[in-house]
Every structure is written in C-alpha cells, then in structure tokens.
C-alpha cells in the first residue's frame, strides 16, 4: 500500500477549490504546517468516508435497491471485475494519513486539543474501516512501509482502544496553553473539548457492543453510555445550504454531488433505487405507515409505496409509483453527516441492558431511541400514537432483540452501522423479522451473505501482493468469509 498523506486545507470557508485531494506529500517530506490547518481536512473527509460507507452497504442492507435488479455490485455483489474500492484509500489517505500528521504537528507544540481530537478521529476512521474490510495494516500503518503487513481485526480493535484512551486523555489535558480551535477549524464541535469527550466514550460502546457477546463487557458498554451522555451533542458535519459547488454538498443530495473525479464511485444511485419490502416491512410495523417514512421520503404517484424484494428489480412497474428517495432528512443536498447519533447511543444502551439482564433499563433505552428519532424528524408530537401502536413493545416483559433492532435499523436509516449489525446477528430473522437472501446474488455465494468488502485492487493488489496471496484475498469468495468479530458472535442463532 502506497503510504503517501495527503495535506490539504479543507476549511468550510474555503471549500470548493478543484485542487481539493490533489496535494500528495511524502512522509520523507520535511514540509511544515500546523494543526488548525489540518483538522478541517481530517473531519471533512470523514464525512465523505462515512457517506461513501454508506452508499455501498445501504444496498446490502435493504433500505434501498436499484431499479433494475441487475448491477453487478449492488444487487449482485459481484467485485470480480472492480478496479476500484474506493473506501480504503479514503481511509488511508484522506482521513488516517491526515490525522497521523496532524497529531505530530499538535504533540511537537504541546496542544492537547489537537492531539486528542486527531487521536479520536484516527480511532474512529481505523473502527470504521475495519468494520468493512476485516483484517488490515495498523501497526505498520502510515510508517512509510510499502509493504505492510495485514494485522488481524482483533489487533486493529487492541490498538483503536490505545487511540481513543490517549485522545480521551490528551482531551482531559487539554488547557488554555493550547492553540486556538474554534468553528474555523473544528467544523463538529467548535473546539469543545467536553463534546469531543463524550464522542470518544461512544465510540468506544459502539466498538464494544461489536464484541461483547462473546468477550463480555455489557457493564463497560453501560458505563461508556453514561460518560457520552454527560455532554452529548451529535458529532454532527454540516453542509451549506443551496450551495454552489458540489464540495459543499452532500453527496446524498439530488443534485447527485460528484466533486471531483474520484468521487464517481460512491455517486449516489438513488435517482434509480427503489425501497425493498423488508424496508417497507420495517416501515409498517404498526400494520399503517409509520409517520417517519413521510420525513425519509416523499410518497409516488398516487400517494404509493411500492417496494419489492431486493435485487429483482421494478419489472414492469411504473417506477413514478415507487418513493422519491431525495429531499428526505438525509436524503437533501444539505443534510448533515452524522457519525453516531443520538439514537444510536440510545439503541446501544438498549441492546447493552437487554444483555445484561436489565430489562427496565433495556425498555427505556429503546423507547428514548424511537422517541429521539421522531424528534429528529420533526414529528415528535406523533411519538405517543406510535409508542401505543402494535410496531413498539408495550413493556419490558414483552420486549424483545427484534424489536430493538428493528427500531434501531429504522432510526440509523443509510446508516453504515446497519451492516455492523447485521453481521452480527448472521443477517438473521430472529433480529430482522422477514430480511430475505437476494434473489439475484451470485450463485458462487451458495446462500451465503455478504460479509466485507474487497481491497482495493488498485492498490493492494499492486503495492502488496504477497499479503493479499497470504490472506487468500483474491478469492472469488473472500466477500463471503467472515472475519474475527463475525465469526465470534454468540448472536447469529437465536
């Protein structure tokens, strides 16, 4: 893997220009720059990480799929002829490279801000990344070693945990002495360091309910719950509204944002997408539509909902019948990028307590996650007619996973995170009430669902071969072949 950072000025003020990821320098480069110039690149990449993660699983995951029911990725999961998976060079790159420098500068200048926010972003791009591909470079990475070695995904995670711990201790540090972070630099959170500690704690339940079934640690992921609670804000990345450039865009938008050459990849689709039943499913639950549907999406013709199973295809449908997928509360041009949001933190908790034997607590969790979303929404005032309806729990005896994970999908709707579940629970019916395999997935796959993404063959393919052949990575079926924290979980079988 080509170990080359990127330094660029990702300043919201100065978005915009083409040369935007065109600067490379080399880690032999002594060229110098200080950390306020680097965090709006490490945090506006990330949120193109995260859209990019996004675009690709939503297909998995059912919330959408194309129009067609034919395309070689998205319905079919066929990478045998990608030239290019785009993910992991974002991560390396764009976010991982950045931030790995931008600590250096901080630490050389004593900012404690700086070191624990690069830290904690480094910790999350690394979590993120991981939890697509699997096994990856960490210990190697980013030390000017073009050859790194794959570490096993239970290393990445030892060594996400080393990050988040020193960035939640640089932060606690952090002083009056440091340089100056404010919205200029720090488009989440202004240069709050107590936000950024509490984002820190939830990354570290999010990694932690990814393992707990078969490591333990219920308690742990309860206890990061309530120190993110203590100053929670969104980790929230917003974008301008009625832009004019595609750099200030979301890419989920209806103007389909296309910034630059190397963004065709993760393009949004959804202009030719179309909601599948188990959506649709998930969206009725109640036995009517669920009032947040109307705020994801806008009605068809005819004020319809059509759907169909994932892969096959409209057929001979009228696709003006099917949902207008754009202008919904992620779906805009000026939707923010939300890394974990609150009903995610809520769902977790849930799911946490649920295990632990807590039901009342696991009850509450849930119902403040539905609640939480409908308030995103702007629909809280319909929460009480849902919350009696026959789509939530009616109390903690009755509560059961499936309905917390339903809630949860529904809430974290083109959310990345959904396929970390999914895998965990082994795609089953026992969390997922009526999610059916894709009628037109490769037959190679023998039923078997993906489970990771490919690495890139532009660069690992070329840069890394003999790690790839170590890893048997070439292989048709590599998609399929679980990795460390799937092949662990306790939670595929009911």
Known sequence: MKKSIIL??????????????DVNESLDNDERTTPNYMLPAVLGNMAYAHYGQAETTSYITQYV???????????????????RVGAWRRHYFDVAGNAKKMIGFAEEEGSNNYVGVGKVMLAYSFLTATDMFGDMPV???????????YDSQDVVYAQVEVWLNEGIEALKNADITDREMSSGEDHIFAGDTQKWLSFAYAIKARMKIHTAN???GYNDI???????????HDPLFAYITNADSDWYRNMWGPSRPSPQWDFADIRNSLNASIHTDFFMHAMNLSGEHDPRLYELTTPGANNNYLSVPASTGRGALDMEDFAVLYNGYWTRDDSPIVFITNEELYFIEAEAAFYNGDMERAYQAYLNGISSNFQRLG?????????NSSAVALNSGQLNIAHIMMQKYIALYLQPETWVDMRRYGYGNHAYPQLEYPENALDIYDGKWIVRLPYDPQTEYIYNPNEIARLGARDDLWVVTPFWWIENS???NP
């Not at 660029?8 to 990821?21: N, R, S, T, V």
């Not at 309860?222 to 929670?232: E, I, P, T």
């Not at 629909?379 to 919350?387: D, L, S, T, V, W």
Request: hydrophobic share 45%; proline share 1%; with cysteine.
């Open 139 to 149: 210990l190697d990475a980013l030390t000017g070693i073009y050859n790194p070695t």
């Open 222 to 232: 309860l206890n990061y719950v309530d120190l993110a609670r203590q100053n929670w």
């Open 214 to 216: 078969f490591t333990g």
């Open 8 to 21: 660029i000025l990702f300043a919201f003020i100065l978005w915009g220009c083409e040369d935007f990821l």
């Open 65 to 83: 799929t194309t129009e067609f029911g034919f395309t070689a990725v998205k319905d079919r999961w066929d990478y045998r002829s990608v030239l």
């Open 379 to 387: 629909i809280a005032g319909a929460f009480n007619a849902y919350r």
């Open 490 to 492: 306790t939670l595929s």
